[in-house]
């Protein structure tokens, strides 16, 4: 008898820094969502796609749920709530050091978007000595999830078997998408989140939190040319990024530049340029400016 091909939208929700992103780049075996130690990585819905003969899965990454007042943190919640809207199934994500009432406000929201969700427990090789039942016991009393698993994102431990899981747990559907497609991303998008990442891997403090980036201009001929700029929001983060005698912003383009020519293939030639746009992230019109509309 012919397998059934099943295929849906999956969000990936929860909390910040508990490896959404890096759950989705073990998934796909491909680097598409940047990844930091630093909370608050993830500003927009990233679509990864995962494909097999009988399965077309498209995974939803999302920002970490987090309430603020500024116009970039609302831009985010907005992403994520309808990002859950959108699904066929939600991986609320979670790690072992979260409590109960920590993951409550993210059972909350997929409470109201009324989806069928799994809690997948991630980070568990952190607590090799700890029973993972007792973790599933105390965090999935939160929301009525149809499943509940453990995984370790970097080690790939449960991985293959939440997949099938999710498989299983999707309706018969169309193949949306090419086999060969990983993500709808375009190369700009995924140019100047390769940047941004290196500010969060590089500098410290507010400083990732007060940069965006944004790709002036992008030449394909024999070789990649990019100009690219790095807004911060006050002069002083501005001399930061630059370092003394431009240090630091060398050492950042030099690390993204090795990265944008493994995702591109070619040799590249990044220009990066930091501009002051004074509190650019509390303002709806200048976050819009930046690209994140």
């Not at 909350?108 to 000595?129: M, R």
């Not at 383009?253 to 930091?274: C, P």
């Amino acid at each position: 008898m012919e397998q059934v091909f099943t295929s849906g939208f999956v969000s990936i929700v929860g909390n910040p820094n508990v490896g959404k992103s890096t759950f989705l780049n073990r998934v796909l075996e491909t680097k598409i969502s940047i990844t930091s130690t630093k909370p608050q990585t993830t500003r927009d819905r990233i679509l990864g796609i995962f494909t097999t003969e009988t399965t077309q899965i498209l995974f939803l990454d999302t920002p970490g749920i987090h309430f603020s007042n500024k116009a970039l943190n609302r831009y985010m919640l907005e992403k994520t709530l309808a990002t859950l809207g959108d699904s066929d199934l939600v991986l609320v994500m979670t790690d072992p050091f979260e409590t109960r009432e920590d993951l409550l406000t993210v059972a909350e929201c997929v409470a109201q978007a009324g989806k069928e969700a799994f809690l997948v427990v991630n980070k568990i090789d952190l607590v090799k000595g700890r029973p993972l039942d007792e973790v599933l016991s105390r965090l999935g009393s939160t929301y009525s999830y149809t499943h509940l698993c453990g995984v370790s994102s970097l080690g790939g431990e449960g991985i293959g078997d939440l997949v099938e899981r999710i498989r299983t747990a999707l309706p018969e559907g169309p193949k949306y998408f090419p086999e060969d497609m990983i993500t709808d991303l375009p190369v700009r998008f995924l140019c100047r989140e390769i940047i941004r990442e290196k500010v969060f891997d590089l500098t410290r403090k507010e400083i990732p939190y007060a940069v965006a980036v944004e790709i002036e201009e992008f030449r394909e001929q024999d070789n990649v040319y990019i100009r690219a700029v790095i807004h911060v929001e006050r002069s002083s983060q501005k001399g930061i990024i630059i370092g003394a005698g431009g240090k630091k912003l060398k050492e950042i383009g030099t690390s993204a530049r090795i990265d944008i020519e493994l995702l591109l293939g070619q040799k590249v030639f990044l220009d990066l340029f930091v501009r002051v746009t004074p509190d650019w992230s509390k303002h709806t019109r200048k976050i819009k400016s930046l690209g994140y509309a």
